[in-house]
């Protein structure tokens, strides 16, 4: 068990630039999750996968952010036409497909900066 | 749609008191509640969880937390906090999705502790 893994740790961009992060989950764990935190808040749900299908999509994702998982292991995130208020720690989690009440495993995140 | 409040934005105790850090819950149908702690620049971490059976859940770092149905509450305890205890504690409710679960976050609580 390797842990959650994601790149890059830190990304400053300008604004209107478009971004990508990788999320490479806990081998054989199918299920991944992908939330977003601002300072002082908690983690806000953005998109699930089970497998390479993605299942629920929070309201919060506009249409400038897509995510995808082609082959259900690792995932992406990208993010277009950044905004200054797309800054925030993005946090990917993985669970085991070994019953309904596996723990999600976070990783450390990917803290976007858009100046 | 579920929803966690978290009270209190920061809880100040001395090392070696008791603490109880408080979380109430809003959801349609039986829960399932977890707690998180996240230490500055790090990933969530799980600290226990509550799916059904025992209402008191006893988890890692001599936390353990109560569920009260009656009162929607499901507050953390510890009998004698560690200054390594010192962090961002976490609520979250969980609603079925795809034969699991996504957790819906409150907006944490940070924990200081005094030497």
């Known amino acids: 068990d390797t842990g959650v893994s994601q790149n890059p740790r830190h990304k400053i961009t300008k604004r209107g630039q478009n971004v990508t992060f990788r999320c490479d989950p806990i081998s054989e764990h199918n299920r991944l999750y992908w939330y977003r935190q601002t300072l002082g808040q908690g983690p806000e749900f953005l998109t699930y996968?089970?497998?390479?299908?993605?299942?629920?999509k929070s309201r919060l994702l506009s249409d400038r952010f897509s995510a995808e998982r082609p082959k259900g292991s690792f995932s992406t995130l990208e993010i277009q036409r950044t905004e200054q208020g797309d800054s925030a720690m993005y946090l990917c989690?993985?669970?085991?497909?070994?019953?309904?009440?596996?723990?999600?495993?976070f990783g450390n995140g990917t803290r976007l900066t858009v100046t | 749609a579920q929803s966690v409040t978290q009270p209190d934005i920061h809880i100040t105790v001395s090392e070696g008191a008791s603490l109880e850090l408080r979380c109430n819950y809003s959801?349609?149908?039986?829960?399932?509640l977890f707690w998180y702690v996240q230490s500055p620049g790090q990933g969530l971490q799980l600290l226990l969880k509550?799916?059904?059976?025992?209402?008191l859940v006893q988890g890692i770092k001599g936390f353990e937390a109560e569920f009260k149905r009656s009162q929607s509450s499901f507050n953390l305890r510890k009998p004698s906090v560690h200054w390594s205890d010192a962090a961002e504690y976490f609520c979250a409710v969980g609603a079925p999705s795809g034969g699991s679960y996504i957790p819906t976050f409150g907006r944490g609580t940070s924990l200081i502790v005094h030497p």
């Open positions: 959801y349609g149908a039986t829960p399932y």
């Open positions: 989690a993985s669970s085991s497909p070994r019953g309904v009440n596996s723990p999600l495993h």
């Open positions: 996968f089970q497998n390479e299908a993605q299942l629920e």
């Open positions: 509550y799916f059904s059976g025992d209402t």
